[in-house]
């Protein structure tokens, strides 16, 4: 399937923008309660509450494109704990863990600070991409 190729850097911002749009929803729900959640109103000093500082802030950069490799590699790591700490001691498959959407952003960020941000990113513009 090569009709897709020529478009494929499109499609790689297209995929930051979504995913770290999806992974700041995190951060807004915890810090500013938009949408409101259990975790809304968070201790910022417990272990949820830095990761909801990390969704925050490198959310909003990965969707906009700035700084995009440093705050996916960080996303990244994140996720990665938080699989290891939460998930994975309560049982090794993903799907009985309640794993699989960590699993899944550590990997799609790891990808995204290994790619890069794509043609649509702030980065681009200032030309750090």
């Known amino acids: 399937m090569t009709f897709l190729k020529p478009h494929s850097a499109l499609i790689l911002s297209v ?15 915890k810090y500013l309660s938009l949408p409101p959640t ?15 500082m990390i969704e925050l802030v490198c959310g909003a ?3 906009l494109g700035l700084l995009t490799r440093p705050a996916a590699f960080l996303a990244s ?3 990665a704990a938080a699989y290891f700490i939460a998930h994975f001691p309560q049982n090794f498959y993903p799907i009985l863990n309640g794993g699989e959407l960590a699993l899944v952003y ?6 995204i ?9 702030l980065d681009r513009m200032l030309g750090r991409a």
Do not use: E, N, W
Not at 15 to 29: D, E, K, M, N, Y
Not at 106 to 111: G, K, P
């Open 61 to 63: 950069l990965i969707v």
């Open 77 to 79: 790591g994140t996720m």
């Open 38 to 52: 259990k975790m809304s109103g968070i201790d910022p000093f417990s272990m949820g509450g830095v990761a909801g």
């Open 113 to 121: 600070s290994a790619a890069g941000p794509g043609p649509v990113s």
């Open 15 to 29: 995929f930051r923008i979504v995913v770290g749009a999806a992974f700041l929803q995190h951060g807004t729900s």
């Open 106 to 111: 550590c990997f799609a960020f790891l990808y």
